[in-house]
């Protein structure tokens, strides 16, 4: 039997379980314990994949992906990086903040760290100023709440 690679868990962790926020794929590849650091949980990493994929099934249902690409894997050993773009519908409000009916492009990419068959650790960088801007009223007390002073 094959062992799939850092690479194939990674890229079906992205082509099925983000682009078509199918949570059975996160069930599959995500170890119990893994740390995610991405936007959708921006006072702190989300730590374990049943509050990941809590978050993301918020997201997903205010947000359905309409297209979705992906345009680079690079891997090396258990690093995996993943760019893609997708457009997604506001549809439903979000954290408080009402739906606009917007088609909003999102452009992200995703460094995965596997670990004995499972991703243990998700980072994600994203270029996704429409989407922050729509989530500005929410995003920052949080983002600039949680900054320090200068003494």
């Known amino acids: 039997m ?29 170890a119990e314990d893994i740390v995610v650091e991405t936007g959708l949980s921006p006072a702190e990493p989300i730590r374990g994949r049943e509050a990941y994929k809590a978050i993301f099934a918020q997201f997903a249902d205010a947000w359905p992906v309409q297209r979705f690409e992906i ?32 088609i909003v492009p999102l452009r992200e990419i995703h460094l995965l760290a596997v670990d004995d068959g499972r991703i243990v650790r998700n980072t ?19 983002v600039l709440g949680s900054l320090q002073s200068a003494p």
């Open 71 to 102: 345009h680079a894997v690079v891997a090396e050993g258990n690093l995996v990086a993943i760019q893609f773009t997708a457009t997604a519908l506001f549809e439903k409000d979000y954290y408080g903040v009402k739906a606009t009916g917007q």
């Open 2 to 30: 094959n062992e799939k690679t850092a690479r194939d868990l990674a890229y079906t962790f992205i082509a099925e379980g983000i682009a078509k926020a199918d949570l059975t794929i996160f069930d599959a590849l995500l």
């Open 124 to 142: 994600v960088g994203g270029v996704n100023l429409p989407f922050e801007y729509i989530m500005y009223p929410v995003l920052k007390d949080v």
